[in-house]
């Protein structure tokens, strides 16, 4: 049974000869009410509070489903840029790669002219020497060969013609 302050107020009781004090009786039922009014409005008071609390609680709620979906798209975006930045070092790499072949490539080829044109110029020191060396001989050849002449015809060297040695002269070639 529900009861409420005014009717606790309103209340009457009948009179007997042997009955409680009505001064007391009243007395007792308008404390008694007025503990009921201020039980009521602090229950009131605080089902008030409490739907505020869950409102609150409401948009707490709100927000927490809004930084799960924001750290869930970062998260995401994160896992992009992660995967963007290995494709673009992995291209980056491939293309180093591809440079140092092309690099490496063409100093192999250079290389090799290098070598080709050291064997050409070693050759032709090794042709120089040789045309040094027989040019050297001839005249060490000819060089004894007027040093053994006799000086007994040296009296009239003008009417004598003077003689060659026998070695054949090589015709050297210096511009190979």
Known sequence: MKVTPSQIREKKFKISLRGYDKEEVNEFLYSLADLCESLLKTNEDISQ?????????EGYQKKEEKLEN???SA????QLINKNSQEKAEIIIKEAQIKAEKIT?????KLGKLREEILRLSQQ???FL???RSLIKAHSELL??????PLENSSSPSS???PYPSFQKEKINFEE
Request: hydrophobic letters at 35%; glycine letters at 0%; charged letters at 55%.
């Open 130 to 132: 040789l045309k040094v």
């Open 70 to 72: 924001l750290l869930l």
């Open 144 to 149: 004894d060969f007027y040093e053994e002449e």
């Open 125 to 127: 020191k090794k042709l």
């Open 75 to 78: 998260q995401r975006k994160a």
């Open 160 to 162: 004598k013609s003077l």
């Open 105 to 109: 490539s063409e100093e192999e080829k």
């Open 49 to 57: 509070e409490l739907e505020e609390l869950r409102k609150v609680m």
